[in-house]
């Protein structure tokens, strides 16, 4: 794997194919971080609280922040106890693309945090691809919104001082596989 870091990030909007790429790589044997938001939902959702999307905007990011603290801190602690990567739907800087997404501002301390704790030095970004989007009960974005994600999680993980390169609009197999090349695994 190029790079120090064994924490990869694989962003982008809603509905680009992200967990799918994730679930395949557990299958083969990679240590895997599921994504924060749609935990914070089911969660909520399930007790009746307002942490939401469409209820409590500011604090459904500050549950999705303290979920993926908990995850890298998790990751970081299995590296050195057992080598290799874990692969992250989505990292703490999509929290900071989330709020500015919803016109809110990003907390100081969440700003230090973003830049303090880091991922490895390349994420992957699935781009937005209208031919698979669709929407669920937790993923309530038009195709307008979800390709305005994917825009925005780039420009967030680019001005923290990240490089986003695109997964390729290709299988899942396809996918798995050009991740692998890309990172020497």
Request: hydrophobic share 45%; with cysteine.
């Amino acid at each position: 794997m190029t790079g120090p870091n064994p924490s990869i990030v694989l962003t982008g909007g809603p509905g680009g194919g992200k967990t799918s790429v994730i679930e395949a790589l557990a299958e083969a044997g990679f240590r895997t971080a599921p994504e924060s938001g749609r935990a914070v939902i089911r969660r909520e959702v399930a007790r009746g609280g307002s942490a939401l999307p469409w209820g409590d905007r500011a604090a459904f990011a500050e549950a999705m922040a303290a979920l993926d603290e908990a995850a890298h801190e998790a990751a970081r602690v299995a590296a050195q106890a057992a080598g290799g990567v874990t692969f992250f739907d989505r990292g703490l800087p999509d929290v900071l693309g989330y709020l500015a997404l919803c016109g809110l501002p990003v907390p100081d301390g969440l700003q230090r945090t973003a830049r303090h704790l880091r991922y490895h030095g390349e994420v992957f970004l699935a781009p937005f691809w209208p031919d698979i989007y669709t929407g669920d009960a937790e993923r309530r974005q038009d195709a307008r919104e979800a390709a305005e994600t994917a825009r925005v999680m780039r420009l967030t993980y680019e001005g923290l001082g990240y490089a986003v390169t695109d997964l390729p609009l290709a299988p899942v197999a396809a996918r798995v596989r050009f991740l692998r090349e890309r990172l020497g695994l």
